[in-house]
T-cell receptor, first 114, second 111 residues
């Protein structure tokens, strides 16, 4: 158990819909990272928040947005969903703001868009 | 094109065999990490290598960082079914040094 909690574990929805994925980091970790894992693209970095502020942005689509709340949990919002958005979405956390240390990953949220 | 190229993409071997998987880049990395991901779970860190030429051992797993810090290898001795999983290398890149992952090697160890 990494200590990172993600909900929901599975989500099935239709094209054009909007979903919200939730992540609670390990106790004491200030950074939250979102990654997308698909068969053809591998594990792709989307965005990082540190102590409530956006820290780094990766290959995140404009239809996607994220935020980190004062209690440090984070949400990833995916809107106008397309078939290609079907993937595993992972949240990870770390103590610091840089990426030289260990990332602790949750078990992921599997999104299926029909 | 992936910043970190891993090979082979798939590897299926018998229990007791040895194997090596590779992680290569044209870029220099300040450090590289290796993660293992099992089905239904997130990646879990195995090791971090920092110094060029560094060798780290974790039981039957030996990790090496290339002298020029552009590549790394993972050698498993006497593989066991419990070693089955997706092995990912990762290194910091980009302006914010976000952790970038390779495409992974899917290892299957057959009993």
């Amino acid at each position: 158990d990494s200590g990172v909690t993600q909900t929901p574990k599975h989500l099935i929805t239709a094209t054009g819909q909007r979903v919200t994925l939730r992540c609670s980091p390990r106790s004491g970790d200030l950074s939250v990272y979102w990654y997308q894992q698909s068969l053809d693209q591998g594990l792709q970095f989307l965005i990082q928040y540190y102590n409530g502020e956006e820290r780094a942005k990766g290959n995140i689509l404009e239809r996607f947005s994220a935020q980190q709340f004062p209690d440090l949990h984070s949400e990833l919002n995916l809107s106008s969903l397309e078939l290609g958005d079907s993937a595993l979405y992972f949240c990870a956390s770390s103590v610091g703001s840089t990426n030289t240390g260990e990332l602790f990953f949750g078990e992921g949220s599997r999104l299926t868009v029909l | 094109t992936q910043l970190l190229e891993q090979s082979p993409q798939f590897l299926s071997i018998q229990e007791g065999e040895n194997l090596t998987v590779y992680c290569n880049s044209s870029s220099v990395f300040s450090s590289l990490q290796w993660y293992r991901q099992e089905p239904g779970e997130g990646p879990v860190l195995l090791v971090t290598v920092v110094t060029g030429g560094e060798v780290k051992k974790l039981k039957r797993l030996t990790f090496q960082f290339g002298d020029a810090r552009k590549d790394s290898s993972l050698h498993i001795t006497a593989a066991q079914p419990g070693d089955t999983g997706l092995y990912l290398c990762a290194g910091p890149s980009g302006s914010a040094r976000q952790l970038t992952f390779g495409s992974g090697t899917q290892l299957t160890v057959l009993p």
